[in-house]
C-alpha cells in the first residue's frame, strides 16, 4: 500500500521546537519531491515547504523562512521539518504531500501543484 505517514506533532510552548517525520511507505521517496502544508482552523491550507527529489533545492514559505529547515533522509525513506522558535500561528495540522517533479522545489511557487500522495496530518499546537 502506498502511503505517507506524518509523525512528530504535539503540543510545544512558544518559542519551542518540534520535528516533524513524513514517512513513506510502498514506494521510494527519491523520486518525489515532497512538501508540506499547513492548514490553520477555519483558514486555508498553505505550503511550508518543499524540498526536492534529491534534496538540491529547498523552499520555504516566508512565514516560516529561518525557524524552519526541511531535510530528507533517502535512507530511512523519510522527510523531516524541524520547526524551531514557534509561534502560536503555527498552530495547524501539517501534511506531507509527495510530487512526482523532482525539481518541483525550484519553481517559483510549488505549492500551487497537485500531488500525488498526501499523507493525514499530524496536529501542531502551540500555546502556554
Known amino acids: 500500500q502506498l502511503q505517507l505517514v506524518e509523525s512528530g506533532g504535539g503540543l510545544a510552548q512558544p518559542g519551542g521546537s518540534l520535528r516533524l517525520s513524513c514517512a513513506a511507505s510502498g514506494f521510494t521517496l527519491d523520486d518525489y519531491a515532497i512538501v508540506w502544508f499547513r492548514q490553520a482552523p477555519g483558514k486555508e491550507r498553505e505550503g511550508v515547504s518543499c524540498i526536492s527529489g534529491r534534496g538540491i533545492s529547498t523552499n520555504y514559505a516566508d512565514s516560516v523562512k529561518g525557524r524552519f529547515t526541511i531535510s530528507r533522509d533517502n535512507a530511512k525513506n523519510t522527510v523531516y521539518l524541524q520547526m524551531n522558535s514557534l509561534k502560536p500561528e503555527d498552530t495547524a495540522v501539517y501534511y506531507c504531500?509527495?510530487?512526482?517533479?523532482?525539481?518541483?522545489?525550484?519553481?517559483?511557487?510549488?505549492?500551487?501543484?497537485?500531488?500525488?500522495?498526501w499523507g493525514k496530518g499530524t496536529l501542531v499546537t502551540v500555546s502556554s
Open positions: 504531500a509527495a510530487s512526482g517533479l523532482v525539481p518541483l522545489c525550484a519553481f517559483r511557487n510549488p505549492y500551487t501543484y497537485n500531488m500525488r500522495y
